[in-house]
């Protein structure tokens, strides 16, 4: 259960105990974090969320209501039920934690929830299959490699969108990442995969826990996957 006395620094001390840890180490400590996950982000300000899928309800046209959509790291189903508020109705979540499946389950809103570690595992989704997939907060160093994103792209349908966030971290790696994702992002264009639609910088992105009144900030990406 949540716990309301719960503040930013239990939660800066209890992200400390993660520092360095592999994916299977991750997604354990994602399964004890489950409960107050979103609590937790709360305190730390985390605006991704929100800022990514009113970035792609401002980008969107279609009628939500009909559109099939892969939430990628769904988590606890944050991004599906903001998502649901401006009308979508259909989502197929995945993510790497069992514990956090769990959580998403709770919504009602999943016809779907599969679990998988990504970049060890195969995204599992259907090819050509969603009108829109998402990932939000997982394209970072020692979650889900950069190389997902060609997963991302073959699980939407021709036409179809593929809307992704990005955190910008202070740290050697989270700059190789981001390097990397777009080079990335950039061959697949040239390749024919997929256009870009619009890319936005986000503003505070959530508060930096190893930085004391600091925030980090990050980008979003829209791409239009190819008709053929």
């Not at 016809?111 to 998402?134: C, H, I, K």
Request: hydrophobic share 40%; net charge negative; glycine share 8%.
């Amino acid at each position: 259960m949540s716990d309301g006395s719960r503040t930013i620094n239990d939660v800066k001390t209890f992200l400390m105990s993660i520092r360095g840890a592999d994916p299977q180490q991750m997604m354990k400590f994602y399964d004890q974090w489950a409960e107050t996950y979103e609590q937790d982000h709360s305190l730390m300000d985390y605006r991704a969320p929100h800022q990514t899928v009113d970035f792609l309800n401002a980008n969107f046209s279609g009628s939500r209501e009909q559109v099939l959509v892969l939430d990628v790291a769904c988590g606890s189903g944050w991004v599906a039920k903001l998502m649901a508020e401006l009308g979508f109705r259909k989502f197929v979540g995945v993510d790497g934690s069992k514990g956090m499946l769990e959580q998403a389950a709770k919504t009602g809103l999943y016809q779907d929830l599969r679990l998988a570690l990504l970049g060890t595992e195969p995204l599992p989704a259907q090819t050509d299959a969603f009108d829109v997939v998402m990932i939000v907060g997982a394209l970072r160093d020692r979650f889900v490699p950069f190389s997902v994103v060609r997963e991302l792209c073959y699980a939407a349908k021709p036409g179809g969108y593929v809307c992704m966030s990005r955190v910008d971290l202070k740290s050697e790696s989270g700059a190789n990442y981001k390097v990397c994702l777009e080079k990335e992002l950039q061959l697949m264009e040239d390749e024919g995969l997929w256009t870009r639609v619009i890319s936005q910088e986000m503003d505070r992105y959530m508060m930096d826990v190893y930085n004391d009144d600091q925030y980090l900030y990050g980008t979003m990406y829209l791409y239009r996957k190819a008709l053929n």
